[in-house]
């Protein structure tokens, strides 16, 4: 089965980049996700991308795809404190509505 | 309403009792998820609904549990004979499903803890 990925915890400096990654194993992957999860909050769709892809820039989200080894980054530029959450990355195999979700990377922003 | 709203956003019940939990999705949505996110783990999906058609029930772990969608709207998640590893956060989402991408809009959750 299919099988997601992701480091747990990340900790930057507010203002630096930060980088969070994901593994995925299904290579009929369709679409890639990246949710984000505020404490006591839903899941809030931050950006997605097509599998045809290889980069994805929106605003200070910038989405990085290597299809060949099936790794997935999400940058983010400026890290506020705000950003800190967990980071959930998640696939769509080709055929299938559902998503599958990694375990999250809580991103901790010191100020 | 504006989001996914779902009820109750806590659940406190005994080993053996059964609970329902509630989904109100976005008006117009056609599909229907419900996810478990268990304490430390990613969202494992338990159920999809499209429409008029069978539900995907390919995610339910066992036979205790049971969703349904009324009138394609407003979905119920039944969970019979609780048990501890059952505690949870179970989170309801729904799409438009139109086209190949669809972005699904998630609910609060419900944490329902066994004691």
């Known amino acids: 089965g299919e099988d997601v990925e992701q480091s747990l915890f990340l900790s930057v400096r507010e203002g630096d980049s930060s980088v969070i990654n994901c593994t995925y194993t299904d290579s009929s992957s369709t679409y890639l996700y990246w949710y984000k999860q505020e404490p006591g909050a839903g899941l809030q769709l931050l950006t997605y991308?097509?599998?045809?892809?290889d980069m994805k820039q929106d605003q200070r989200l910038t989405v990085l795809l290597n299809k060949k080894d099936k790794h997935l980054s999400l940058r983010i530029a400026d890290t506020q404190t705000g950003d800190s959450a967990i980071y959930f990355c998640?696939?769509?195999?080709?055929?299938?509505?559902?998503?599958?979700f990694g375990s999250g990377t809580r991103l901790q922003v010191q100020p | 309403g504006a989001g996914v709203s779902q009820s109750p956003s806590n659940k406190v019940t005994e080993k053996g009792k059964d609970v329902e939990l509630r989904c109100d999705p976005i008006s117009g949505h056609t599909a229907l998820y419900w996810y478990r996110q268990s304490l430390g783990q990613g969202l494992e999906f338990l159920i999809y609904?499209?429409?008029?058609?069978?539900?995907?029930k390919s995610g339910l772990p066992s036979d205790r549990f049971s969703a349904e969608r009324t009138g394609g709207s407003v979905s119920t998640l039944t969970i019979q004979r609780t048990q501890q590893e059952d505690s949870a956060v179970y989170l309801c989402?729904?799409?438009?499903?139109?086209?190949?991408?669809?972005?699904?809009?998630f609910g609060p959750g419900t944490r329902l803890l066994v004691l």
């Open positions: 991308i097509f599998s045809n892809m």
């Open positions: 989402a729904s799409s438009l499903s139109t086209g190949q991408q669809e972005t699904q809009y």
């Open positions: 998640a696939e769509r195999e080709a055929g299938r509505r559902a998503l599958t």
């Open positions: 609904f499209q429409g008029n058609s069978a539900p995907d």
